[in-house]
């Protein structure tokens, strides 16, 4: 399916409504691998993000806001806003990273028949995740974006550039790599100023393997980890200061947020031989939270989430409504004025309200999935975890603490607003809201699917089944 036939459905909203209004731009800063406590104004004791934090004061800032358990499966939700079990791929299903398919639309190719300039920056991987084999034809240019300045996939080992689809660069030095990006975005802006444009920019870092640049390297009290992050936040105080100098300030929208939670590296064999014996101080905090990247505790999934636009975003919000990468989509959607797909199921829902404070609350369920396995929902305060024997990806085990390598063989609930660390079971003392949470578990079997099972909404599987991942971990 074309780029074009894909984005006729807004084509007709965008025809009609395109003059009536000045559309606001969109910058999406998208960090890899960032825990929920590693910006100041999050609860960091140790790391300086003095940019963030005032982008913060000036806005929204998220408590309670969801993305995926690992890098693939949380862009591809962003990209589409649906689970990343409801989407097309273009891969066989076993890998844990979706080559997503073309026949599925981007916030990007909602935008383009509204008249915007899109781009994306940084880190795709949803055409592969290696930075050497990955599929072209899956590649940013053939999903909405007009201008790209990529990496195919994670800096695991290296990082090779590409521009529009060509290869400009290998093996670069990664300690340049925040700015670069940064640099591109900025120079974005500078040519799309008179257009209203949507820039992604998805940092590399701070996924391993970390590097800082010389004006940072060794600054945070934080270590090398510190350092990235505060590179980070600079580079973001750049953004926002190109948006005021061009006056653009108030008519952008600019939301930072991460793709799941940190790793826990102290117990990985492959982290601790690729990064030695201090591979655990290459990670983050997800505190207060329980659990880290790969895993469905909250420290997997909860991440920071800040949203920004001064002329349309009243300063100093905070919410607590469960909100999540999936609803970034219909979100933008409403705010340029033309709607998300709707031949097709999209699992995020419309926040503009909440990010505007016209709505305090808004009250919906979020699905935590493993990959293709189903193990928990939220609703409101509680949290239920589902049982887990043969849903559990044993290869994943290492990347949690010991105590957090549980497989559960019954329910487990927890409030959440009392015990945001997921630590005490009270299923049994509330079986009325066990049933109700149960309720949704089974919905969302049905409709978005569960292991090899896809649901009766989830899309086509393009050329090989999801079925089947042979590291599924059995029994107790």
């Known amino acids: 399916m074309s780029i074009y036939s894909k984005i006729a459905l807004s084509t007709l909203v965008a025809s009609s409504i395109y003059a009536e209004a000045q559309k606001p731009n969109f910058i999406i800063i998208f960090t890899d691998d960032q825990g929920y406590q590693d910006l100041g104004c999050y609860g960091s004791l140790n790391i300086k993000t003095p940019r963030i934090d005032q982008m913060a004061k000036e806005g929204i800032r998220f408590t309670d806001f969801y993305a995926q358990t690992v890098c693939g499966p949380s862009r591809a939700s962003l990209m589409t806003g649906c689970y990343p079990m409801r989407i097309s791929r273009n891969d066989n299903g076993d890998k844990v990273h979706p080559k997503m398919s073309l026949d599925e639309v981007t916030i990007a190719e909602l935008l383009k028949p ?17 930075q050497d084999r990955f599929n072209h034809d899956l590649l940013p240019s053939k999903q ?6 990529i990496t195919p996939g994670s800096n695991d080992n290296k990082i090779n550039l590409m521009r529009n689809g060509k290869m400009i660069e290998k093996n670069t030095d990664m300690s340049t790599i925040t700015k670069r990006y940064t640099d591109e975005a900025l120079k974005f802006i500078e040519n799309s100023a008179d257009n209203p444009f949507f820039i992604y920019l998805a940092h590399s870092m701070p996924h391993v393997k970390l590097a800082a640049s010389k004006d940072f390297l060794g600054k945070s009290e934080a270590g090398l980890y510190g350092d990235v992050i505060e590179e980070i936040d600079y580079n973001v105080g750049r ?5 005021k100098a061009k006056n653009l300030d108030d008519n952008t929208y600019v939301i930072l947020t991460s793709d799941n939670g940190p790793w826990h590296l102290g117990d990985s064999p492959h982290h601790l031989k690729r990064i030695g014996k201090n591979a655990i101080e290459h990670g983050g905090s997800a505190k207060p939270l329980r659990g880290a990247k790969t895993a469905t505790w909250d420290g997997g ?5 800040i949203m920004r636009a001064p002329g349309k975003i009243p300063a100093g919000l905070e919410t607590d409504t469960v909100a999540a990468t999936i609803d970034i989509l219909p ?3 409403k705010l340029a004025g033309t709607v998300a797909p709707d031949d097709r199921v999209i699992d995020g829902i419309d926040i503009s309200t909440i990010i505007h404070g016209k709505q305090q609350k808004l009250e919906r369920p979020y699905f935590f999935y493993q990959h293709d396995g189903l193990q ?6 509680w949290k239920l975890h589902i049982p887990t024997e043969g849903s559990v990806i044993k290869s994943w085990q290492p990347y949690s603490k010991p105590e957090d390598r549980i497989i559960f063989t019954k329910p487990a609930l927890f409030d959440l607003s009392n015990d945001i660390g997921e630590t005490k079971d009270i299923a049994a003392s509330n079986p009325e809201v066990v049933a109700e949470l149960m309720k949704l578990i089974d919905w969302a079997k049905a409709d978005i699917g569960h292991l090899n099972k896809r649901g009766k909404n989830a899309r086509s ?8 991942n042979p590291k599924r971990q059995k029994g107790k």
């Open 239 to 243: 953004i926002l200061d190109l948006l």
């Open 144 to 149: 909405g974006f007009d201008h790209t300045f």
């Open 461 to 468: 599987l393009g050329n090989e089944p999801y079925f089947g």
């Open 331 to 333: 979100t933008i959607a």
């Open 301 to 305: 999934l909860r991440v920071p989430c």
């Open 376 to 381: 928990a929902v939220r609703k409101g305060k």
């Open 114 to 130: 509204m008249g915007y300039q899109t781009c994306m920056i940084g880190k795709w991987d949803l055409a592969g995740h290696s």
